[in-house]
């Protein structure tokens, strides 16, 4: 009966879009949920029984039900099976222009607009939603040998908060690794472990910025920086992009900046490198300023082709960038671990506020990553990584071939885990993006990562999480999407 | 020679001060580093060979070790012993107001403010630090398997970010816990997972106050709230404690508030408990003026007299209350995660910031979390807890004792891990409090939690950091101290 309807309606889902199938099981279950019949506290069949009735594959049902649970809508209860959950969580609403309006009168200004920022609503993984990795061939075992290892070891200090910055050991690895590979010239005292990228900016925007300070940042530029921004009380200047990176003109000196956002070894989203003439004019506009760069290298760690890139970090001569680094893509997101290298006149106030405001923690976790680095395991894995990722990239860009051309140009391929396809201004992107969706694929609209500009048209595409089968199984559907797409428009623009 | 060294060190500072052995060798060591006498990268005999060397006890020389560890001063190679660190951390300048004004012009007006705080220089565990549980009793072992269970079943979306405000069960078992425990009527999906206190009331701050909007925070009052309120923006308004709790007047209705921040169980740092009718009142301003009650439960599990007090969550009728809790106190402090219950009408937007803004992780972590709690090692733990901080509270109660009277009273006993000794307002606690840990003990002056008040005078003593064994052997020691300072300010203020 449940195993019927859950067919009929994952035959349905195929037809109309061209969806994997664990997705199609996904929907099939959630919907069978959310229109009752299966009711909240209802025991589900096992993912055996589940694989044999609907003839399909055990991973494909393990990781629709997987999904489930971590959505909250299955929970497992020790050694008796799999239940819907009792408080099934409310269907997720597409666009959240609805339930944001009906709370504006409640929230703050800025809770406003942090609640009301465009992409954050589209989380779900699938093969090319960008600024996402692939840690599914995370070595979990090796990870879980290295933190039982200290767990055992583990002394009442080490369960405590981290007061100096992070465990020492692990501060010392990152310096090492980024005296070496990012030429980036520090002291070990100036490394901070923060939680991420996110917590490192907050931090940034805290102590070295107050409400209404100017910063400016890259357009179009990463979303999440923004949201900092504005949580942080700062008005955000859009400096342009071009083929050389942030390209900030006399116009731009007019709103002297406190704070200069920028990812120059790879532009975010549009994957420009920034020159050395434009890193020069950067680090002599901050001087003039007594400005601050916070350079954001969140994917140096992938390039393809060309020697690697040396920071902005270490061309300074006057101590005026903040380093920003994560550990999500080479190890996993939820780990929640990253590093800030701050000048050195900065780090004791740094540390301080760090420790004052956000309570830092996990040192078992932070003793296993200093050894995961130290053994060389960081090394192999980000080997491992670099080979898998390039064999990705090489097989979407092959992928993408047949709707390139004048109309649709690719940028930023050389590094990283995403690229940008450039399409002409007349191309409404949003729209597009939601066609590519009815398929069940995830891509984002180049515009809404832009503050200002409108010429900005195109698609960010991620291949980071995508399995080289999935690219090669869905980059031509993409590439198809996107080339009918460019036709339609084409004949419109000629007939009118 | 090293260990002759260390002995003249050692034997100098315990002449010097009353301190704990440990610390002094940990001091003696330190100096022999900071000296050069321990040269950088230097190997350090093991630690048998100091047990036998300086004639101390294994436990004795292990803390110390492990506490130049965590700092940063030792490193351990694998299989190969302790070194002397290659990058020395400079000491800790004991005031912070050389650094902080050398850096004024680089940082912002909010970063001097948050870099310029008071208390949190001293972040040394020691028997009678207020605000630290002790995490040693903590069950690793069991922590341990939990995990790994979790590790072993982990499937890749919980090495991801958490998108739904936390995992799903561990949710769950949060609402089960204070439905039944603290009368908070509530339904999961209120409940989001943060990374502790001082997030909770960040994610509060940005999204329901704006940039100047007014915080009505008790005077006195818990300083890392008020490093977050600094940091988000506000204008904190002071409102008087006394015996029942908060007490606003129609003086603090001229600056009506937009949160209201307070800690009605066990108020901080006095421990006054919030009387009904006081909380009627508190509800009913909010109403008024459409704030919001930021209500932080930090220490309500731990209450060892009468029936555990309801909370402000669940008087409130009208949903303007957010509840903050964390697991610091029971686990330990760097697990980092902890609770907000926010009305129904806020989740969504909540949810969707959090996870913008902080990209919420540690997935694995929560379901051992969640585990812990539903398999009741949770209510165990904090039973042993219960009873072992109630027999550390005795102790210390007795060996104040001798110290109280007129001048000096105990007031907060009841319920937490730490007392408030009142004292006249003569007294300069803070003088006080240096002379106390001339002795190598850290007590909290009173007054530096004030925010406009200047009668406040007092001594916060935490005992939940204390093994038993510490409070009997420095609780007489501490009531000396204090014993000698209040005759000889009566002796003085006689002959005056």
Chains 1, 2 share one sequence.
Not at 274 to 301: C, F, G, N, P
């Amino acid at each position: 009966m449940l195993s019927e309807l859950l067919l009929t309606e994952m035959t349905r889902l195929a037809k109309k879009d061209n969806m994997p199938l664990h997705r199609q099981l996904y929907e099939a279950l959630r919907r069978a949920m959310l229109d009752g019949n299966l009711g909240a506290g209802e025991r589900l069949p096992s993912s055996r029984e589940l694989t044999t009735d609907l003839k399909l594959s055990r991973n494909t049902v393990v990781s629709a039900l997987n999904q489930l649970g971590v959505e909250g809508y299955l929970v497992s209860r020790v050694g008796s099976g799999t239940y819907v959950n009792d408080n099934l969580p409310k269907p997720q609403a597409r666009k959240r222009s609805s339930h944001v309006a009906a709370h504006t009168a409640d929230l703050s200004r800025r809770g406003t607009a942090l609640s009301s920022t465009f992409c954050s609503s589209q989380l779900e993984m699938q093969p090319f939603t960008p600024g996402i990795a692939d840690f599914s061939a995370f070595p979990v075992a090796l990870w879980q040998r290295l933190q039982n290892k200290h767990w055992r070891m583990t002394y009442p200090e080490m369960l405590d908060y981290s007061h100096s910055g992070g465990y020492a050991p692990l501060r010392r690895a990152v310096a090492d690794y980024l005296r070496v590979f990012r030429s980036v010239p520090l002291d070990v005292d100036q490394v901070i472990i923060t939680s991420g990228t996110q917590q490192s900016l907050e931090l940034c925007s805290q102590l070295l910025a107050d409400h209404g300070d100017t910063v400016w940042m890259e357009d179009p530029a990463y979303w999440g920086a923004a949201n900092v921004f504005i949580a942080t009380g700062l008005q955000r200047h859009p400096v342009a992009v071009d083929q050389e990176g942030m390209a900030p003109g006399p116009q731009d000196e007019t709103v002297p900046p406190r704070l200069i956002y920028t990812t120059p070894s790879h532009q975010y989203p549009t994957g420009a490198v920034m020159s050395l003439v434009r890193r020069q004019q950067i680090l002599s506009i901050a001087r003039t300023h007594k400005a601050w760069i916070l350079e954001d290298d969140y994917d140096s760690e992938f390039r393809f082709s060309g020697p690697p890139l040396s920071s902005l970090a270490g061309l300074d001569k006057e101590e005026r960038v903040l380093y920003l680094g994560s550990f999500s893509k080479v190890l996993y997101p939820g780990l929640k671990l990253g590093y800030l290298v701050v000048p050195k006149r900065l780090a004791a106030a740094f540390k301080q506020a760090h420790y004052d405001l956000n309570r830092p923690g996990q040192m078992p976790m932070q003793a296993a990553l200093a050894e995961f680095i130290e053994l060389g395991y960081f090394a192999s894995a980000l080997r491992k990584a670099r080979a898998s990722y390039a064999q990705r990239r090489q097989s979407l860009l092959e992928a993408l071939q047949p709707c390139l051309g004048d109309q649709a140009q690719i940028t930023g391929a050389e590094q990283g885990l995403h690229l940008c396809m450039r399409l002409p201004s007349h191309v409404d992107d949003r729209a597009l993006t939601q066609r590519i969706a009815d398929h069940g694929l995830t891509v984002r609209p180049l515009s809404a990562y832009c503050l200002r500009r409108t010429d900005a048209r195109g698609l960010v595409i991620g291949y980071g999480y995508a399995a080289l089968a999935d690219i090669e199984r869905y980059g031509p559907v993409l590439a198809q999407v996107i080339g009918n797409e460019l036709k339609r428009l084409g004949k419109a623009h000629s007939a009118a």
